[in-house]
């Protein structure tokens, strides 16, 4: 994880992503606070991967970044499984979603920004549900209790969903309202 000693511009919004990230995923968790949340990134080294520029080449495309999201709820998980606290799939999920798109947020030209996943919550899953009947599967789905197959098959269904109605990855967040 970088540490940084100066509190700069990327300090910020790393502090901020943070902070967003552990929000928006552990409602309900116990053991979820930001600390742990903080340590959970710096296993998954999501912040060197934003930041340093290294393995994003390698993303080219939603099968690409699909496997490398993969290793990072992997880690995630692997940190909360260390300090002996529950996180599922799901739950990882949503930290690496919320924590890339606080980060990424308006930089539209960010070559992650049409792969990265959008934060899947039960509010974004039933309303894709009621606009879709190929994703009404998704309506009664707890995006908690989802393991990484259960996760995959959502996110797989939603990115098709999205490909065929002309969506950014992004996009698809309309559908959710707070």
Excluded at 15 to 24: D, G, L, N, Q
Excluded at 68 to 88: G, P, Q, S
Excluded at 105 to 110: C, F, G, Q
Aim: aromatic fraction near 12%; include cysteine.
């Amino acid at each position: 994880m970088i540490k940084s000693e100066r509190y700069d511009v990327q300090e910020h919004a790393h502090r901020f992503a943070v902070w967003t990230a552990a929000r928006a995923a552990t409602r309900g968790m116990a053991g979820g606070s930001t600390e742990n949340i903080e340590k959970a990134i710096g296993r998954a080294n999501l912040r060197n991967f934003l930041e340093a520029n290294e393995g994003q080449k390698s993303i080219l495309d939603f099968h690409s970044y699909l496997e490398k999201h993969y290793v990072f709820c992997t880690e995630i998980i692997a940190y909360f499984n260390k300090i002996k606290l529950e996180c599922t799939y799901g739950r990882a999920a949503k930290i690496v979603a919320v924590y890339f798109k606080t980060r990424l947020l308006n930089l539209e030209n960010h070559p992650l920004i049409n792969v990265i996943f959008p934060p899947i919550d039960s509010v974004l899953l039933k309303n894709l549900a009621d606009k879709s009947p190929e994703l009404k599967f998704l309506a009664d789905k707890k995006w908690t209790q989802f393991d990484a197959e259960g996760y995959e098959i959502a996110i797989k269904s939603i990115e098709k969903w999205s490909v065929k109605n002309n969506l950014k990855f992004w996009e698809v967040e309309k559908y959710w309202r707070p």
